[in-house]
């Protein structure tokens, strides 16, 4: 019957999510437990420059002698 599919169903979609959540598991310990920002467009960018000036990370910088 149609319900014996359903272990097959079950086996297949757990060797799907196995990967992902490793994947990430495996980011988060080898970045010291801090998730990278990854800029892929130009809205992303806009919030992490917003975040940076929100956050005074270039006043820290421009008081220690770097260049923005």
């Known amino acids: 019957m149609w319900f014996k599919i359903l272990r ?35 809205y992303q960018w806009n919030l992490l420059e917003r975040d940076r000036s929100i956050s005074g990370l270039i006043v820290i910088m421009r008081l220690r002698g770097w260049r923005t």
């Open 8 to 42: 097959g169903l079950a086996v297949m979609g757990v060797c799907l999510t196995i990967p992902g959540i490793s994947t990430n598991l495996i980011q988060k310990y080898s970045n010291g437990g801090k998730e990278k920002r990854i800029v892929r467009n130009r």
